[in-house]
Each structure stands twice: as C-alpha cells, then as structure tokens.
Nanobody, 114 residues
C-alpha cells in the first residue's frame, strides 16, 4: 500500500511563493499519473494539477501560469511550485494518484494572507 506524505505548506503573503513536496512509499509511484489536490474550508476537494509518468502536465484554470507540478521518479517525490499566491489559494493541499486510488495523507496547510 502506497503511503503519501505532504510537506512544505505554511503562511505566506499574497504574491509570495511556496514549494510543496509529496513523498510516496512503494514502487508503483513511477508508473502512475499523480496529482495535487486542495480543499478549502467548506468546499469540496478539487484537483489542482496532474502529471503523468512521462512528465506531461495539466493544470486547473485557477492556477495555470502560477503553479508548476513536477516529479522525481527516482526519489518517488512530486512537487508543486506555487508562485504569485492569492488568498483564494488558501486550502489544505493533498497529493494522490490522478484517479485518487491511494489513501489520503494528512495534507499540508497553505494559508495566503492579503
């Protein structure tokens, strides 16, 4: 069973940057499309970005041009570089496969102050 651990969140002012990391245990990571998700208070979890095993990426319109997803298959780690952060990016960020087949981790809180 793959376990996912997210890190890198924090409190940042609007316009700032953060880099999130997702470390996965298990060897299946490199074969799966992976994604970053977020859940703001009172809202449903939504996908933010995804990346397939070859590195092809997709982004939600709300983050396109500001966020960059990447992966290091050798380290079974995925990243989310978040630039030009906005208060509406405030949420708990999670990683999972692109079809959310793994158990959810604890997530990492991102808070953007105005």
């Amino acid at each position: 069973q793959v376990q996912l651990v997210e890190s890198g969140g924090g409190l940042v002012q609007a316009g700032g940057s953060l880099r999130l990391s997702c470390t996965a245990s298990g060897s299946t990571f490199r074969f799966n499309s992976m994604g970053w998700y977020r859940q703001a208070a009172g809202r449903q979890r939504e996908v933010v970005a995804s990346i397939n095993p070859s590195g092809i990426t997709n982004y939600a319109d709300a983050v396109k041009g500001r966020f960059t997803i990447s992966r290091d298959n050798a380290r079974t780690t995925m990243y989310l570089q978040m630039n030009s952060l906005k208060p509406e990016d405030t949420a708990v960020y999670y990683c999972n496969s692109a079809t959310a087949i793994y158990s959810w981790g604890q997530g990492t809180q991102v808070t953007v102050s105005s």
